[in-house]
């Protein structure tokens, strides 16, 4: 099986930064695809970035282009959030899925994803 841990969320003022990490483990690290999901209170999760982790194509929500970046080196995956607005807060989740398709198109769903972190609370204040 494959296992998430993310850390690196917290409380930020507006226009900060930070960066989210999520260590994968397991006989299979990763899958083809790896992301960056998040959910509201009162909100479905939502796809916010995702890399390809052979051919390294990236994806993002509209909402967090030119702020976000997504990164991976060796068995980690990175998010790092700059410039920080009141509706980036969220519960963070890190993915990874294996269908072929994933990471070539677009960010892809949820349900497209077979394993899943806890999640890493990101607070934004204003």
């Known amino acids: 099986q494959v296992q998430l841990v993310e850390s690196g969320g917290g409380s930020v003022q507006a226009g900060g930064s930070l960066r989210l990490s999520c260590a994968a483990s397991?006989?299979?690290?990763?899958?083809?695809?790896m992301g960056w999901f998040r959910q509201a209170p009162g909100k479905e999760r939502e796809g916010v970035a995702v890399?390809?982790?052979?051919?390294?194509s990236t994806f993002y929500a509209d909402s967090v282009k030119g702020r976000f970046t997504i990164s991976k080196a060796k068995n980690t995956l990175y998010l790092q959030m700059n410039s920080l607005k009141p509706e980036d807060t969220a519960m963070y989740y890190c993915?990874?899925?294996?269908?072929?398709?994933?990471?070539?198109?677009?960010?892809?769903?949820?349900?497209?994803?077979?394993?899943w972190g806890q999640g890493t609370q990101v607070t934004v204040s204003s």
């Open positions: 993915a990874t899925g294996f269908a072929y398709s994933l990471c070539t198109l677009g960010l892809g769903r949820p349900a497209d994803f077979g394993y």
């Open positions: 890399i390809h982790t052979g051919g390294g």
């Open positions: 397991g006989h299979t690290s990763s899958g083809y695809c």
